[in-house]
């Protein structure tokens, strides 16, 4: 009985499913990308009076924190069971 168990057990982790996918990394990428855009902005040029350190800067960085729950919690298009059985059987 504890053999069948350990089995069970093992086919149960390698089902696992990575809970972030394609969507998830390129928005998390974009968000990353757009508050580096943001910093840059924000050490432009010797002026801090500069229109783009006041204005275009901080809403950059907003804009890119606040993508960043949403790269989170996005999720992809659920698979039909259709597909997953003809990809097993396939193989």
């Known amino acids: 009985m504890a053999v069948k168990s350990t089995k069970s057990k093992a086919a149960e982790n390698s089902a696992f499913d990575w809970p972030f996918g394609r969507k998830n990394y390129i928005l998390f990428a974009l968000a990353l990308l757009i508050i580096v855009i943001g910093y ?3 050490g432009y040029g010797d ?4 229109p783009i350190t006041l204005t275009v800067a901080p809403i950059l960085l907003v804009i890119g924190y606040l993508i960043i ?4 919690m996005a999720k992809g298009k659920p698979a039909s069971a259709g597909t997953e059985t ?3 059987q396939s193989e």
């Not at 002026?47 to 500069?50: G, R």
């Not at 729950?69 to 989170?72: D, G, S």
Request: net charge negative; with cysteine.
């Open 47 to 50: 002026d801090p009076n500069h």
């Open 40 to 42: 840059i902005c924000l």
């Open 86 to 88: 003809e990809s097993a």
């Open 69 to 72: 729950p949403f790269a989170i």
